[in-house]
C-alpha cells in the first residue's frame, strides 16, 4: 500500500509502554502498536525506573518491525523518524532516542524529537487509516485550549501559535498545572487505596459507575477557586482517610476511630464519590481557562481522558460553549507512538527537524 502523503515512524518509550506507530499526513493511522509493561511494574504499584528501561531494551525492535510491518510498508518507505525525547524516565527515553538516531542515520531521513506532553495534544487529531472521512473533518477553528491528563501531568495550555492551523500547532503555553500529583497518580493511587490492579485509573472508572457519588464529599482542590493551577494530594489523602481514618488523639488519650468494612458497596461509593470530584474540579477548570482565553476548538489527551465521566462531562461543556471538543479515540489516549508521529508531522509541515545532537531530556 503506498502513500499519497510523508509517512513518519514513531517512538515512544517515555514510561513503562513501549510503542511504535507509522502515520501518514500526520494524522492517518497505518499502524500503531503497544508493548504495555503493567505485568512487570504491577507488584511495585508504581514504575520501577530500572525495569522499564531494561523492557524496552527488549522489546522496542520487535514492536518497530511489527508497526512497519502491519503499516504495510517497508523501512526505505519512512520519511522521517520521530522520537519523544522528553519529558519521562531519562534510562526509558535513552532507549527510544538512540534507536530512532540509529534508524534515522541509516536511512537517510530526518529525526523529529518531539515534547511526549504535547504530543497528547495531537491524539484527538487522530484517526484509522481505514476511516472514511466525516462531516466534521476540516480545519479546526482557532484559537484553541488543551488540556493534558495524564499519569505524570495534568496541565491547561493555550496554542501559542495563532497563525498556524490548529492541526499543525506544536508550541503551546502552559496556563496551569497541578501542584502536587497529576490527576492519573491521584487515580492510582486510589486505586491502591480500594485495593485494585495497577494501573487503577481505569479500575476506579468502572467501579464509580457502580457506587453513589454523594456517599462521601471530598475536597476539591485548591482554595482560591479562580486559580488555573490543580491539586489533587489533598483529594487522594482524603479518600485515604475515609477508608482507613487516622488515630484521634483526645487529652493524653489516642483512640482509633472505627469505620465501617470496606465492602464492595462501600468501595464503589468511594471511587464514585471520588471520581465526581476529581472529574469535576478538570471540567470546572477548563470552564474557567475558556471565560479568559475565549477558544473554539478544545484538544484534550492523555490517559485520563480515556475516563467516561471526563468524556461526557467535556462533551455537555463544550456544547454548552459552542467549542469543538477534539477528544482521542480510547487507543490513542494513554501512551502510544502514533500521537508522537502526529506531533512530528506538525515540525516538519514547517521545516523544522533535529539532527544526531537530539538529547534525551527528563523534564520538559
Ligand atoms: O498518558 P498515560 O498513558 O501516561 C502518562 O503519560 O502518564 O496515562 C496513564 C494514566 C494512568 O494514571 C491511568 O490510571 C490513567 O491514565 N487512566 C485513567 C483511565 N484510563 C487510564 N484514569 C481515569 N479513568 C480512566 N478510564
Ligand atoms: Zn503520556
Not at 485548591?222 to 487522594?236: A, E, H, I, V, W
Not at 474540579?281 to 489527551?301: E, F, I
Request: charged content about 20%.
Amino acid at each position: 500500500m503506498s502513500a499519497d502523503q510523508p509517512l513518519v515512524l514513531g517512538i515512544e518509550t517515555s514510561c513503562d509502554e513501549t510503542a511504535a506507530a507509522v502515520v501518514e499526513g500526520g494524522v492517518r493511522v497505518r499502524s500503531s502498536v503497544v508493548a504495555t509493561q503493567h505485568e512487570l511494574h504491577e507488584r511495585y504499584a508504581g514504575v520501577v525506573p530500572e525495569i522499564a528501561s531494561r523492557a524496552h531494551l527488549e522489546r522496542l525492535l520487535p514492536v518497530v518491525r511489527e508497526a512497519v510491518a502491519r503499516a504495510g510498508v517497508s523501512l526505505g518507505d519512512l520519511d522521517a523518524v520521530a522520537v519523544g525525547n522528553r519529558p519521562g524516565l531519562i534510562g526509558s527515553l535513552l532507549v527510544g532516542v538512540s534507536a530512532a538516531k540509529a534508524l534515522a542515520w541509516s536511512l537517510g531521513v530526518p529525526i523529529v524529537g518531539v515534547d511526549h506532553v504535547v504530543a497528547h495534544l495531537h491524539g484527538g487529531l487522530l484517526r484509522d487509516a481505514g476511516e472514511a472521512h466525516d462531516s466534521s473533518d476540516g480545519p479546526l477553528p482557532a484559537p484553541a485550549l488543551g488540556l493534558v491528563v495524564s499519569g505524570g501531568h495534568t496541565t491547561l495550555y493555550v496554542l501559542a501559535e495563532p497563525d498556524q492551523p490548529v492541526e499543525a500547532t506544536y508550541r503551546a503555553r502552559p496556563i496551569g498545572r497541578t501542584i502536587d500529583d497529576a490527576v492519573g497518580e491521584a487515580y492510582d493511587k486510589v486505586g491502591v487505596i480500594l485495593g485494585l490492579p495497577y494501573p487503577g485509573g481505569p479500575h476506579v472508572d468502572r467501579l464509580a459507575a457502580t457506587g453513589d457519588e454523594r456517599a462521601f464529599e471530598f475536597p476539591t482542590g485548591l482554595p482560591q477557586r479562580d486559580s488555573l493551577d490543580f491539586s489533587f494530594s489533598g483529594l487522594k489523602t482524603a479518600v485515604l482517610y475515609a477508608v482507613r481514618p487516622p488515630p484521634k488523639r483526645r487529652g493524653g488519650e489516642i483512640t482509633v476511630v472505627a469505620v465501617p468494612p470496606l465492602d464492595d458497596r462501600r468501595r464503589a461509593d468511594v471511587a464514585a464519590s471520588f471520581q465526581r470530584a476529581a472529574i469535576g474540579v478538570l471540567v470546572r477548570k477548563v470552564g474557567l481557562a475558556l471565560d479568559r482565553h475565549p477558544a473554539r476548538t478544545l484538544l484534550v489527551g492523555g490517559g485520563v481522558s480515556a475516563n467516561s465521566r471526563l468524556r461526557r462531562d467535556l462533551a455537555a461543556l463544550a456544547a454548552e460553549r459552542g467549542v469543538l471538543l477534539r477528544v482521542p479515540p480510547m487507543a490513542y489516549c494513554v501512551d502510544n507512538a502514533a500521537m508522537i508521529a502526529g506531533a512530528a508531522f506538525a515540525r516538519l509541515a514547517r521545516g523544522e527537524h533535529d539532527d544526531l545532537s537530539l538529547a534525551a531530556c527528563a523534564s520538559a
